[in-house]
């Protein structure tokens, strides 16, 4: 299934494409055919969109238990936090989850909580960032991103900064392209 995803350029697919991509793979007797062996269509058609699918741009980013199945993602974690914060920083271990994508960072003095995400989550890194400088001594960051192939207006970026800075949060703009990713299981 991500084989495909990566093909279709998931993120960038229309809603109509995805949901006859979602047909396609429950008619296939390889995914769908055997998934209907353990549960009922209605199932097996919720499963696909909301369990490999919906990880799947977390799988993306390095994040949750499906990354050694998409075949590239971006760099992750360290990616943010050293454009960020800056080369001498790193990401505290196992600080890294989701909802929104969120770290710790460290230049060993300090630490720093920093999420990132697309534009379209801008009020959820917001929401979250917010919640960590009521209690946090240091800034928290937000990072928006963008891929290839995707780009954001100087009018929207600058809206960005000016709502971060109203609300006491850093934020920059950085555009990622993804890479092979090396935690792929080949073997299957």
Avoid at 22 to 34: A, H, K, L, S, V
Avoid at 58 to 83: H, L, T
Wanted: aromatic share 10%; glycine share 8%.
């Amino acid at each position: 299934m991500y084989r495909t995803a990566d093909e279709l350029d998931w993120e960038f697919l229309s809603n109509p494409g995805k949901t006859a991509q979602y047909r396609r793979w429950f008619d296939d007797p390889d995914i769908g055919g055997e998934l209907r062996r353990f549960a009922s269509d209605q199932d097996v058609r919720v499963w696909i969109k909301d369990v490999p699918m919906k990880e799947y741009a977390r799988a993306q980013e390095g994040i949750g238990n499906f990354v050694p199945y998409v075949r590239r993602r971006f760099r992750g974690a360290d990616e943010i936090v050293q454009f960020f914060c800056g080369a001498d920083w790193s990401v505290v271990p196992e600080s890294v989850e989701g909802k929104p994508n969120h770290c710790l960072a460290t230049d060993g003095n300090a630490t720093r909580y920093v999420c990132w995400g697309k534009a379209g989550v801008l009020k959820d890194l917001i929401w979250a960032a917010l919640n960590k400088a009521i209690d946090s001594p240091t800034r928290p960051g937000i990072v928006i991103t963008t891929r290839d192939g995707e780009t954001i207006s100087q009018n929207a970026r600058e809206r960005h900064a000016r709502l971060a800075n109203h609300c006491g949060v850093d934020l920059d703009h950085l555009h990622r392209s993804m890479i092979d990713n090396p935690d792929l299981i080949t073997d299957r």
